[in-house]
């Protein structure tokens, strides 16, 4: 059957991503340089920056997988959203809880203004308002609707975000904004970080998958045992 | 032209509706006055200027308040199942979301002009020839604030979660249109030049316009089943 | 003129409301929806008169395709329901006036007026609708419904809540609308009004329909028969 193959293929994905990012922690602890300016703290970076790379991948298959639901009323296309804005709430979460650790050292504060650390925090709380949105409509077709509306709007809504919060830090530029990217990388640091985005990536996508076949069977089953209901009574 | 017509007619029967009930306007004024209050009273005014915060405070005041309302809006639709009967009406999706949100801003800008004099004079600001450049800031971003309270105000009317889920689905998405008006309104406040005021108020009508567009295409997807 | 329903199935989530419904309902008829609470009476009104697009299946109006989106389709149809849908802080002629204007019917005093009086409700149309009885209010919502003189009248559990007198004044007006040759659809859990008024019978359960003929007097035992056996079942 397809959703199985479906299943087996994310399940293979996971644990792929899984060996990477073992790798990587790995390569974090023993491996890679430490960076001269930051410490050691600095290596909490190839997991925040993995994280944050999922969570807006995840809200670009919830926002395009949205808006095809919305054209199309197709099941599936809202079956691949809910499975997307759950990844893109754990990673996240990630992100988030990530952030403000590395912050309240290289910063010396937890929460900045940080452009993408604010974007991802509204970002997040999208994604928890689609699930509130889903779970408490009584009609569950309305319910996708709704949501499906919400993460387009807000969707749109992330360049202005954007340009609030970049706006913000010229106005009040932070203790000391350090970009760890850029060409300074160190070549070993560019590839641990490219180990851990593949591993984070990977995981994404298989429990994308896997979720997504999940769903799609868990509506099946249930149409199923309704259909049994009903024609035991009738 | 019809749909004009139409939006026309809806924000009027909003207004008419909402004069003649005068519970839910008396509350918001009511709202809006003691929150000023509140903010000067407690706010300890030798620690933090009344001039530093006062744009900040009287943005979040019409945030709270036009949140607060939103759900409102379609309160009296749903008084006795009439808002089934309007969508059983030629009368498109657009006009009604145009019309409810005329009326909405209409509300706002109540709102808006109260809470500003509130916070203006119980925190000790004065606003001396000023007045324009702050209506000038006020109106693209009451724009946005009527256009996504409308829109989503009808969206928590189908949930069980009712007016609670209103500040999860909106304040992100009005963070920008709060940021970009408080600063624009503070910087009135600081007596800055226009020139540094005029791209804020540029980004709020982009807001304005987006909001508005996004609602009138979208709103058919909230109202039928 | 004959408004029919090919295949419809509804869904609300897993719960199949409707189970493919095929019925008509031609003009000059009055078509009587019964059945019990939970047979998808309200629904299937629903899927007719655009409201609610039905998951299979389709509605047409003399072999062309209706759709609830279509202003055209929604200015050739009326609906009384149980909830009067009227607007409390106006006036009966206020209400009538919003509505015709809606409806794009302008300078309409006149033809108001007689709408009202045609509905035994002329003396109060400068009325607030939150000072009237019930019967009152839902004489002034049956003159909502007809003043634009819908080709198809759908009523839903009109009779609730309705003093003998105002039923008596709404199955009158019932009638006339048949005799000026409209299609009307009345769903009711009434299965003896139903039997009287109508002309035809389609007998709703589960979901499914069980019975669908005439309305004629020999007849009434076979479809007391399968409207109580969905009554029973639990």
């Not at chain 1, 604010?118 to 409509?137: A, I, Q």
């Not at chain 3, 019917?105 to 400068?126: C, I, M, P, S």
């Amino acid at each position: 059957m397809e959703s199985t193959r479906v299943r087996t293929a994310g399940l293979l994905l996971v644990w792929a991503g899984v060996a990477a990012i073992l790798l990587m922690h790995w390569m974090v602890v023993f491996w890679v340089p430490t960076e001269a300016a930051q410490g050691v703290v600095q290596r909490i970076f190839y997991v925040h920056v993995p994280g944050a790379w999922t969570t807006f991948l995840a809200f670009g298959i919830v926002a395009l997988a949205s808006a095809a639901y919305l054209w199309l009323e197709d099941e599936r296309a809202d079956a691949a959203a809910v499975a997307a804005a759950e990844g893109g709430l754990i990673f996240g979460a990630i992100m988030l809880i990530s952030g403000p650790l590395w912050g309240r050292v290289a910063w010396g504060t937890y929460w900045t203004w940080e452009p993408r650390l604010t974007l991802t925090l509204l970002l997040w709380f999208t994604y928890l308002g689609y699930f509130l949105v889903r779970g408490s409509v009584a009609d569950p077709r309305r319910g996708k609707r709704f949501a499906a509306v919400v993460a387009i709007v807000g969707s749109l809504n992330i360049p202005l975000i954007h340009v609030s919060v970049s706006w913000f830090r010229s106005l009040h530029p932070g203790p000391v904004v350090i970009k760890p990217e850029g060409p300074t990388l160190h070549p070993d640091m560019l590839t641990t970080l490219l180990v851990s985005l593949a591993g984070f990536t990977m995981v994404f996508l298989g429990l994308f998958a896997f979720r997504y076949s999940i769903e799609l069977a868990a509506r099946r089953q249930a149409r199923a045992e309704d259909a049994a209901l009903a024609g035991g009574l009738a | 032209m019809t749909e004009l017509r139409w939006t026309w007619l809806i924000a009027r029967k909003d207004l008419n509706l909402e004069f003649r009930a005068g519970g839910r306007l008396l509350s918001m004024i009511a709202f809006v006055v003691l929150a000023g209050f509140l903010f000067g009273f407690a706010l300890d005014k030798g620690q933090v200027p009344g001039r530093a915060v006062v744009a900040s405070l009287t943005w979040l005041t019409v945030l709270f308040a036009s949140t607060a309302g939103a759900g409102r809006i379609f309160d009296t639709e749903e008084e006795d199942g009439a808002f089934r009967h309007v969508l059983l009406t030629p009368v498109s999706r657009r006009a009604v979301f145009l019309g409810k949100t005329v009326a909405n801003l209409a509300l706002t800008w109540l709102i808006t002009a109260l809470s500003f004099i509130a916070l203006t004079s119980f925190l000790g600001v004065r606003t001396s020839g000023s007045l324009a450049a702050h209506a000038a800031i006020f109106l693209p971003g009451t724009i946005g604030l009527s256009a996504t309270a409308t829109f989503f105000g009808r969206m928590s009317r189908h949930s069980n979660l009712g007016d609670s889920l209103l500040p999860v689905l909106t304040f992100p998405l009005l963070a920008p249109l709060v940021f970009f008006g408080a600063t624009a309104s503070a910087r009135v406040f600081m007596a800055l030049p226009w020139d540094e005021i005029s791209s804020l108020v540029r980004l709020l009508w982009a807001f304005a316009i987006g909001s508005v567009a996004v609602g009138a295409v979208l709103f058919h997807h909230v109202t039928d089943e | 003129m004959t408004l029919e329903g090919r295949g419809i199935v509804c869904d609300y989530g897993p719960v199949r409301a409707l189970a493919g419904v095929d019925l008509r309902a031609a003009g000059r008829e009055i078509l009587a929806i019964v059945g019990p609470n939970g047979a998808g009476k309200t629904t299937l009104l629903k899927v007719l008169s655009g409201e609610r697009r039905p998951d299979h299946g389709e509605v047409t109006l003399n072999g062309t395709r209706v759709s609830g989106s279509d202003a055209a389709w929604r200015a050739r149809i009326g609906l009384v329901s149980h909830r009067t849908g009227l607007y409390e802080k106006l006036t009966a002629i206020e209400n009538l006036r919003f509505f015709a204007a809606l409806h794009g019917l302008r300078r309409n005093g006149r033809k108001l007026t007689a709408t009202l009086e045609a509905v035994g409700a002329g003396d109060l149309a400068g009325r607030r609708v939150e000072t009237l009885s019930r019967g009152q209010r839902q004489r002034v919502a049956l003159a909502r419904s007809i003043l634009h003189d819908p080709e198809i009248l759908f009523l839903d559990e009109p009779f609730t809540g309705l003093d003998p007198e105002g039923a008596a004044g709404l199955e009158h007006a019932l009638t006339a609308r048949r005799h000026d040759g409209a299609v009307v659809v009345l769903v009711t859990h009434d299965l003896r009004r139903g039997l009287r008024l109508a002309d035809r019978v389609v007998v709703l359960r589960r979901g499914r329909k069980v019975f669908d003929g005439e309305a004629a007097e020999d007849g009434a035992a076979e479809i007391l028969d399968h409207f109580t056996a969905g009554a029973e079942a639990p």
